[in-house]
């Protein structure tokens, strides 16, 4: 069965400390693995990755995926109270459209 | 561009009863999805949609019935709720397969007592 696994559950850290955030996966037919942040609300866009070894950045954060150990990594540097927020991991399998999602790591940046 | 609406925000019902949760999307997508999100699991899809007229099940479709009779909307329905359907929905879209970043709705908190 298709499974998304993400750690830590939770998170606290301070403001400037560099966080790393861990996705690993077990998918048919993997397609993509995409990173979502959720405050409030709906979940928002971070990154989508599809090549191993490739780092994607936008600003302090920055993802990269391993397709042969089948995990990615979502690191932020120097975090502000602002990144306190859920992350999440999903990964889209190429057979059908049912994207699997992880349960999330909670990250708690104190002033 | 609204993006993606839902309606209503909250919702509390008693067991039995029935209700259908609105979702609509004004960036001309193709795919859009319902998903139930509940404490300590994640995101999980229920039913989805790839185009006008069809619909396909998820991983968790019981209980639930959809339909999108327009490319814009996509509705979810609840024919007798239960106290396990108690959770937060969203509703989301893509443009395509290829290119599947989707875009959430603020979702909709529906409390079943």
């Known amino acids: 069965e298709d499974k998304v696994v993400q750690s830590p559950l939770s998170l606290v850290v301070h403001e400037g400390d560099t966080v790393t955030l861990n996705c690993s996966y077990e998918v048919t037919n993997f397609r993509s693995l995409l990173w979502y942040k959720q405050e409030k609300k709906a979940p928002t866009f971070l990154f989508m990755l599809?090549?191993?070894?490739i780092e994607k950045k936008s600003g302090r954060l920055s993802s990269i995926l391993d397709k042969k150990e089948l995990f990615s990594i979502l690191n932020i540097t120097a975090t502000q109270t602002g990144d306190s927020a859920v992350y999440l991991c999903?990964?889209?399998?190429?057979?059908?459209?049912?994207?699997?999602f992880g349960a999330g790591t909670r990250l708690t940046v104190k002033p | 561009n609204a993006g993606v609406t839902q309606t209503p925000k909250f919702r509390v019902l008693k067991t039995g009863q029935s209700m259908t949760l609105l979702c609509a999307q004004d960036m001309n997508h193709e795919y859009m999805y319902w998903y139930r999100q509940d404490p300590g699991m994640g995101l999980r899809l229920i039913h989805y949609?790839?185009?006008?007229?069809?619909?396909a099940k998820g991983e968790v479709p019981d209980g639930y019935n959809v339909s999108r009779l327009k490319k814009q909307n996509f509705l979810l329905g609840l024919e007798s709720a239960a106290p396990s359907q108690t959770s937060v929905y969203f509703c989301?879209?893509?443009?395509?397969?290829?290119?599947?970043?989707?875009?959430f709705g603020p979702g909709t908190r529906l409390t079943v007592l």
């Open positions: 989301a879209s893509s443009y395509s397969l290829l290119r599947n970043t989707q875009y």
């Open positions: 599809t090549s191993s070894g």
């Open positions: 949609s790839v185009g006008e007229g069809t619909t």
């Open positions: 999903a990964v889209d399998p190429q057979i059908n459209n049912d994207m699997r």
